[in-house]
């Protein structure tokens, strides 16, 4: 998406402090750098960022060569060249092995991360930046809405998280594209252009070209961005409470499962509750976290047996919720026994 919101004005050099002063909490940060244009940017912006300072983080450019076009190889060492220009050292990372047939952009992006993750561990970086802006985060607004999530989905990209020991950083989450690209028009720096951005398998890109309808009816990157960066606060908010009241409801309760008092459950607002119920079902499941509809679906038939004074036993994601006698208990399901394989027919 993009957005007449800050024009495409190139970014000044005053700006600059705005995006990276966070970098100087960090040693060795590693530049993910695709070669597209938002990713070029970053890093020129924060190689003219960090020339102007007399101390500050190690810069370290890395490229994912994703072996899904051929055109890869051709823009890793393009970015390779620029990373020398600007005296930022450079690694060219490569995906390998088989990939899948489906869900492919997703588990693209897992190789990604586990291959910048694997290197910044590798180089004892502590802190990866992407070039994320503030249209991917309207796109991602749309996507999650599309998919159902809740608030926190709904809270977008994060401009800072943690993961796996080291803290991801995306400076230029508040900006538009079209600034980016007035600045490496203003420098006359190349960019590579990824077709796959506009292939309409892909639902981000089905999403772009949306875009022109949603903005001329007032729903533009600037307002989704917003709405990304409002709904964040309020689920920081929820969290802190939600987490206040997980500390309250398990005192006394056994790690090996969870027990809340029925009546003070159902006390809290629903949201809190369902936050609640969330957290010990992940904690003590073995499936992996429950999905949000189906939480949803179980907290309405718990409310719903609560009313009617009535006993409730349910399974989901691994676990086992059970209302009784006042109490709502979750244990950990038994593991499901794998099918049994069939014996080979007998030719006749």
Do not use: C
């Not at 005296?87 to 092995?97: E, S």
């Not at 503030?134 to 709904?154: F, K, M, Y």
């Not at 020991?165 to 600045?183: C, E, Q, W, Y």
């Not at 409002?230 to 499962?257: D, F, M, P, V």
């Amino acid at each position: 998406m993009s957005t007449a919101e800050g024009g495409g004005a190139a970014i000044a050099d005053r700006e600059l402090s705005i995006f990276f002063s966070e970098f100087s909490d960090f040693s060795r940060v590693i530049l993910a750098v695709s070669g597209g244009p938002d990713s070029t940017a970053l890093l020129s912006l924060a190689a003219r960022w960090r020339a102007a300072r007399k101390n500050g983080p190690v810069f370290v450019a890395a490229t994912i060569d994703h072996r899904l076009r051929r055109e890869a190889k051709k823009e890793a060492a393009a970015v390779a060249r620029l990373a020398k220009k600007l005296k930022i050292p450079h690694h060219t990372l490569v995906w390998t092995g088989k990939k899948p047939k489906t869900g492919l952009q997703q588990s693209a992006r897992a190789a990604r991360y586990s291959l910048l993750l694997g290197l910044a561990r590798k180089l004892g970086a502590d802190a990866i930046a992407t070039a994320h802006t503030r249209d991917d985060q309207a796109e991602t607004v749309l996507h999650r809405i599309a998919r159902g999530s809740g608030i926190n989905g709904l809270a977008g990209i994060r401009r800072r998280r943690e993961r796996d020991g080291i803290i991801v950083l995306r400076p230029l989450l508040d900006v538009a594209k079209t600034r980016l690209l007035a600045t490496l028009r203003q420098a006359r720096i190349p960019f590579a252009d990824d077709p796959s951005n506009r292939d309409p398998r892909f639902l981000r890109a089905r999403l772009r070209k949306l875009a022109p309808g949603l903005e001329r009816e007032g729903i533009d990157a600037a307002k989704l961005s917003l709405l990304a960066r409002r709904l964040a606060r309020a689920n920081t908010a929820i969290e802190r409470t939600a987490a206040e009241e997980w500390k309250r409801a398990l005192r006394g309760t056994s790690r090996s499962a969870f027990e809340f008092d029925a009546r003070s459950y159902f006390a809290l607002p629903a949201e809190i509750a369902l936050r609640l119920l969330g957290r010990a079902i992940d904690g003590i499941g073995h499936e992996g976290p429950a999905e949000l509809r189906k939480l949803e679906a179980l907290q309405a038939a718990l409310a719903d047996a609560q009313a009617a004074k009535r006993a409730l036993k349910r399974t989901l994601a691994g676990a086992v919720i059970e209302l009784v006698g006042g109490s709502i208990h979750i244990d950990s399901a038994p593991a499901r026994r794998k099918p049994r394989p069939r014996a080979a027919a007998r030719t006749r």
